[in-house]
């Protein structure tokens, strides 16, 4: 058996359940952005020295299988990967375990400081693109499991604080501005 089938040399593919829609479906670059984030991660994870972040980088890059495997069903009642709350729940809690570390800035960032930081910040603007692309997909019509959104919005946050972990540890300020400057929230 061979990867390259030519099935999809007009343009098309398949989704799960059999369908076969265009390449350039919504459907299609929804799940492919999610693809692309996991490369992304994976490309971090390669050059992460942070033990810690590196081994939940891995196991994201794993369970986002299972996003794309639920954002590439159209049909609801053949879903059979579904995304959990307690997979969001994860995320939500690792965003909250990493909020309560002394140091963790308070700031936007600039990307660019730390290598491996600025890796990660890669990751967030493409899942934060998938996020979209998921968006665009429901409000189309096209069925969208809600915990999928949720994961992928969940995962954006946490991939920003992983680039500020890295940042701490390694002693650089990625911060977008300094402290006296003009008034600023952290939601801007």
Known sequence: MSIATKKGDGGETSLIGGQRVSKAHLRVETYGAVD??????GFARSICR??????????IQKELFTVSAALATPDEDKKTNRVTKEMVDALTKQVDDIETIEGIMGDWAIPGEDTVAAAYDVARTICRRAERAAVRLGESGESVDPLAIA??????DLLWLF?????LES??????????????????
């Open 36 to 41: 692309e984030l996991g490369s992304a991660m």
């Open 50 to 59: 942070h033990e810690g972040v590196a081994a939940a980088t891995k196991e």
């Open 151 to 156: 994961y992928i919005n969940r995962l954006s």
């Open 163 to 167: 680039g500020r972990v890295i940042e």
């Open 171 to 188: 002693g650089v300020d990625g911060r977008l501005r300094t402290e006296g400057g003009p008034g600023w929230s952290k939601a801007w």
